[in-house]
């Protein structure tokens, strides 16, 4: 087991053919041919030797190229990798001590289960084998004379007993014993992604990276799948690093989760820490199903603040932090579960509904602002707003919300990064 470290980690790559470099139209030139799009930037991560380590974000956002130059798949424009106390950087994946799983699974179609997950072990002893001698060599092709034969008749050398004990372990873990002789072509997708996760965990590597391995599942055994992996990772203790582009996956998984969009971190930290105090608005957004409404609203000190459609005055705590901003606009966040049906009232949300999703335990309702007094509002926004499940309500029905004073969060209007009262009363997650 051991540690992983990422320091200011940096990935270009030249534009692939009919992608320009951003913001460059003419690219007949020679140097925007030698252009680079830049798709990690100062990457610095440390997960914890035998951690969770979730790394969310949305497509395109540069989570498998970040995966691939762990595993040493790709080569890094800048910076340093280290697993355990040693730098991998110049190491060929072979040599790095990693497993990685693929959405797709990437079995040998010819081979049986078994194989497939003893492909690595194998591989892994015959560069050892050379040294060792004749003996091994001839060990090996009786091995390979008496595969077909029924189990009791093959000749198994010393390795091949030990490679048969851990394919049958592995296979036990992940309740596979049964397929072993079965080609991947006979298996459904989650029984795949079992073969492969099995594969990777035969080798017994230092660190696991699983890239989106659910993604190809169907919703119900993407959940059932979910809770094996972590049930699977406390057991083994394997530092883990997992991609996902789902909030809920990255949720419900991690020990920590990192945020990345654009190529750059956006937050590392535990999930609910994720939800509570989301460190911009990125963040807010991406963590929590369906995401945080944002309202501009004008700041007046001491702890007022208003827009056309309501006038709320804030817990003291926000006054230092919110000082600065005395006259402007500032952007207000809610979460859907955080807007509470209640009457009329200025301090209140007025919000005419425009769609009712009922799920059965929740109902969430999209909701417009309505400007009730007639003034002049630029404000058209729609709201996700979550009602008890057993409240009725009609399309264009007028409701009115209200906030829960702690739960509101604020984001400057220019750098979008939350801004942080003072002195918060403690939250859930602070200890
Ligand atoms: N081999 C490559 N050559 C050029 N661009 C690439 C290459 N691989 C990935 N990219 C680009 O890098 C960005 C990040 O890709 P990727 O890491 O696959 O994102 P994610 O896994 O988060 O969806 C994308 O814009 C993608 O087009
Ligand atoms: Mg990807």
Redesign the pocket.
């Given at each position: 087991m051991a540690q992983v470290v990422l320091e200011n980690i940096y990935k270009s790559f030249s534009p692939r053919k009919g992608e320009s470099v951003a913001a460059t139209s003419n690219s007949d030139t020679k140097e925007n041919r030698a252009d680079k799009i830049t798709v990690l930037r100062r990457i610095n991560l440390t997960v914890a030797d035998g951690e969770f380590m979730v790394l969310v974000g949305p497509?395109g956002c540069g989570?498998?190229t970040l995966l691939r130059l762990i595993a040493g798949l790709e080569s890094m424009t800048g910076g340093n990798i280290w697993v355990g106390d040693r730098l991998v950087n110049r190491l060929p994946p072979k040599e790095r001590d990693i497993a990685m799983v693929f959405q797709n699974y990437a079995l040998y179609p010819h081979m049986s289960v078994y194989d497939n997950i003893a492909f690595g072990l194998r591989r892994r002893s015959s560069g050892d084998m050379q040294s060792e001698g004749f003996s091994h060599i001839a060990a090996d092709l009786l091995v390979g004379a008496t595969k077909k034969l029924p189990k009791g008749l093959r000749y198994l050398s010393d390795k091949e007993r030990s490679v048969d004990e851990r394919v049958n372990s592995v296979a036990q873990l992940l309740q596979i014993d049964r397929l072993l002789n079965r080609l991947p072509k006979q298996l459904s997708g989650g029984q795949r992604q079992r073969v492969a996760l099995g594969r990777a965990i035969a080798r017994n590597p230092q660190v696991f990276l699983m890239?989106?391995p659910l993604s190809n599942l169907d919703a119900k055994l993407r959940t059932e799948t979910r809770a094996q992996i972590v049930k699977l990772q406390r057991q083994l203790g394997t530092t883990t690093i997992y991609?996902t582009h789902d909030q809920t996956e990255a949720m419900t998984m991690g020990d920590r989760i990192a945020i990345l969009d654009g190529g750059q971190l956006q937050q590392v930290a535990p999930p609910l820490e994720l939800y509570n105090r989301p460190a911009n608005r990125f963040v807010a957004e991406f963590i929590g199903s369906p995401p945080m409404n944002f309202i501009p609203v004008e700041f007046h000190a001491p702890l007022l603040i208003t827009n056309d459609d309501f006038r709320l005055t804030l817990p003291e705590y926000w006054g230092s932090a919110l000082q600065k901003y005395d006259g402007r606009t500032i952007i207000l966040g809610i979460r859907p579960e955080h807007l509470i049906l209640s009457v009329p009232a200025n301090k209140n949300l007025p919000l005419k509904v425009e769609l009712v999703e009922n799920l059965g335990n929740d109902t969430y309702l999209a909701a417009k602002l309505t400007d009730v007094n007639f003034q002049n509002t630029a404000l058209n926004q729609t709201l996700q707003v979550r009602i008890p499940p057993d409240k009725l309500v009609r399309l264009g029905e007028q409701l009115w919300f209200s906030l829960i004073p702690e739960k509101i969060h604020f984001f400057d209007p220019e750098t979008e990064l939350a801004i942080f009262p003072k002195n918060s009363p403690s939250l859930p997650f602070e200890k």
């Open positions: 497509s989570k498998s890239d989106e991609v």
